[in-house]
């Protein structure tokens, strides 16, 4: 089941790993990488955007052919498996409401007063008319459980050392794309630029890395923005304007009365 804004679809049920994602860069010194293998640097990357605890403000910029609009909103997380995202602007949107807690994906409609548990076939669905899918923004497992991966390049590109890498699905995982390729700065682990190819190998949409920005005491990308390959003139942002890490935060938080603004 979904509510349709005016805006586009509110399909609100995975708004968390990309989000979060990024969230909680650098929650860990970057190590080393000398010796390791494809698989345990894109490993400690999907660490560095993990994280223990977090909460930050984000912003998102929609654009379209046909209308923009800005969505404000609130995110918590607790490792992988907790997350609760609630809009806060505009005002006809303030309160709906995403939760994770475990396998659980709910979402909560203020407007009908109704918490929806949200089903797998949704997940492949547009975020609030936005680039970015259901799927993008809460994912349950680590991408080196669902993909192989390989060294594609490794060294100085526009002046920068960096590691690109192909990921490949594994036969059965169960992911949108038929493959992605991803580029990291060596120094920091910081991730520059992803590029997603559907199962037919056309390049379907890019999302770049930018901003990096002290918060707190760690070093983000406070930007990332997604553009569709078949609407150049299109385009999602995500920007954080504040992050705090490590927060006293428990798994009592994540739940269904908080869901409905903790009422």
């Given at each position: ?13 995975r ?6 994602a990024t ?10 990488a ?6 345990e ?11 223990r ?19 404000e ?9 907790y997350?609760l ?10 309160g ?32 609030m ?10 994912k ?25 890498f ?8 169960a ?17 520059l ?8 190998g056309?390049?379907a ?11 707190g ?5 406070a930007?990332?923005?997604v ?5 150049p003139e299109?385009?999602t ?27």
């Open positions: 089941m979904s509510y349709t804004s005016p805006a586009g679809n509110f399909d609100m049920p708004l968390l790993k990309f989000v979060v969230i909680a860069c650098a929650c860990f010194a970057a190590p080393s000398q010796g390791q293998t494809a698989r640097i894109v490993d400690r990357v999907d660490q560095l955007l993990r994280g605890s977090s909460t930050g403000s984000i912003r998102m910029d929609i654009v379209t052919e046909h209308w923009s609009r800005t969505l909103m609130r995110i918590w997380s607790l490792g992988t498996e997350s995202i609630r809009l806060t602007a505009p005002v006809r949107d303030a709906m409401t995403t939760l994770k807690a475990g396998d659980d994906i709910w979402n909560y409609l203020p407007r009908v007063d109704r918490a929806i548990r949200v089903p797998p076939s949704l997940m492949g669905s547009s975020w008319g936005s680039h970015f899918t259901n799927d993008d923004l809460v349950e497992s680590r991408i080196i459980d669902d993909y192989d991966i390989e060294i594609a390049f490794e060294g100085l590109r526009n002046g920068v050392e960096v590691w690109e192909v990921l490949t699905p594994k036969p059965e995982a992911v949108v794309w038929g493959s992605i390729v991803e580029e990291v700065r060596q120094n920091d682990m910081m991730p630029w992803a590029n997603y190819y559907d199962e037919d056309n390049l949409r890019t999302i770049t890395f930018s901003n990096f920005t002290m918060m005491d760690r070093l983000v990308p930007l990332m923005t553009q569709p390959v078949d609407k299109e385009s942002s995500i920007s954080y304007e504040d992050l705090q890490f490590d927060i006293d935060i428990t798994e009592d938080f994540f739940s269904l009365r908080q869901l409905r603004g903790g009422s």
